[in-house]
């Protein structure tokens, strides 16, 4: 438990010292591996998550398996559609699925109204997470309807490299595809065309686009 006050310490400097009591008092810690689901879409939730460590990629899924990639939440985040659903009493309508292995507090959803009367620093928090997670959605339908999907390819990149700072993608092109509700073969192509312009090194199961982040370094 001292290591997970240590973290709380380092991500949420801004919160005090009795919220942080009770979010280590009341929160339920939680280590997660690669592909774990946190929130499924239909799921009654009675918790929601705070990332500590790791990433958590929050998305829409449709019956064939094809995901929209809404955002990812990285350490210090916190799910802005899982409480938009809590505050209402409602079924989760997102899947978060474990980006890498992650450690994550979750807290319990009765907690949420007494902390925003409380914690005026819990209410500012809560609203600062509304406003970045409705700019992200706001960038993620500009994507859909206004980009090219070679554009939203090299998005895609961008976004996972200033989320996570990696410049390696570990899956395969059908993951890409998923989260881009496209299909695997328009994936490949375009990664393909990409390899030839020199922006990605394509590899088994991985995908480096470091050449990609740095030409905009």
Known sequence: MQRVRLILNRRFPFLGKNLLDEIEQHGLIQEVRVGDEILREGQTIKSFPLILEGSLRVVRTEKDGRELLLYLLNPGDVCSMALTCCMGQQQSNVNAIAEKDSLIVRIPVDLLDDWMMRFPEWKSFMM???????????????????????ERLERFFRSRFEATGEKLFHGKHQDIAYQLNTSREVVSRLLKKMEQR?????SRNEVDFSALINAKA
Do not use: P, Q
């Open 128 to 150: 600062y997470a509304y406003r970045k997670r409705f700019d992200e959605l706001l960038e993620t339908i500009d994507a859909i309807a206004f980009l090219n999907l070679d």
């Open 198 to 202: 020199g922006m990605v090194k394509l």
